[in-house]
């Protein structure tokens, strides 16, 4: 077995080890997510240092260890320099919730591109988008990176129900539907009347119309999508408390995106 490999992976996060070393999480196109040690990354000398930056796509090579891979070489694909220097911190904080949400719905090992591809996707369109002086862009931005994770639950097989009753199993007949985020799906009117509820969002037939669509459609058929900023307002709130009951905790950087 080859003591090397090598693969394209986007850096989610980095974590300091031991004295000058440093631990960083990767997800890759041909391993999914993984950790790997990076020698020497804290001494300011290290050539390694602005290689490796959170949420740059690289390309590694990786020799393997006892107990973590390391780093051997890594060249730069893209850094997204848009998403990072956008003056609003709105890219700053879009990239952070991208490599939050990933790292923590995506847990071991695949050998499936397809969440990768998802990824490096969803950072080309707002890297594209973010320079433009859209109307309502926070939400706007806010509703690709929603649309994404919408995306990112189907593939990991835990697409909310929006076809039908989580109660009854009747098919749904809009409108006037709940979103119920402890059985993952949609209520009907009727079994709302009868069934107690504990966490729930009053959703439109928009939004329920806005999730079907985010199964079958590529991420930019959304860009130019026509949605009243209250349905995308509405959108990524049932989004985000979906994501915040896949993870079972919130995320931090929803703060941060509020304050902008």
């Not at 490999?5 to 000058?20: A, F």
């Not at 848009?82 to 990239?95: A, S």
């Not at 490599?99 to 594209?128: H, P, W």
Request: proline share 2%; net charge neutral.
């Amino acid at each position: 077995m080859s003591k090397t490999y090598t693969t394209t992976g986007i850096v989610l996060k980095r974590r300091d080890y031991q004295e000058n070393d440093r631990l960083f999480c990767l997800y890759t196109k041909d391993y999914g997510k993984i950790d790997i040690l990076a020698k020497g990354t804290k001494k300011i000398a290290s050539k390694l240092n602005s290689y490796m930056e959170p949420f740059y796509l690289v390309k590694l090579m990786i020799a393997k260890g006892k107990v973590f891979d390391k780093l051997a070489n890594c060249d730069i694909i893209k850094t997204y320099d848009n998403l990072r220097n956008d003056q609003t911190l709105l890219g700053f904080g879009l990239i952070n919730y991208l490599a939050e949400g990933t790292d923590g719905l995506i847990s071991g090992q695949t050998m499936k591109a397809d969440k990768f591809n998802l990824l490096a996707e969803v950072l080309d369109v707002l890297e594209r988008e973010i320079i433009y002086d859209l109307e309502d862009k926070k939400d706007r931005l806010s509703f690709i990176a929603n649309i994404y994770f919408v995306k990112l639950l189907v593939l990991l097989g835990c697409q909310p129900e929006i076809q039908r009753c989580v109660m009854c199993h009747k098919g749904i007949l809009l409108p006037q539907n709940v979103f119920d985020f402890v059985k993952g799906g949609l209520v009907c009117e009727k079994c709302k009347k009868i069934c107690l509820i504990e966490d729930y969002i009053m959703v439109s037939d928009t939004v329920i119309k806005l999730l079907q669509l985010a199964k079958e459609k590529p991420l930019d058929f959304f860009v130019t999508l026509s949605v009243h900023s209250n349905e995308l307002k509405e959108f990524n709130q049932v989004s985000e408390k979906l994501i915040m009951v896949n993870l079972e905790k919130p995320l931090k950087t929803f703060e941060f995106l509020e304050q902008i």
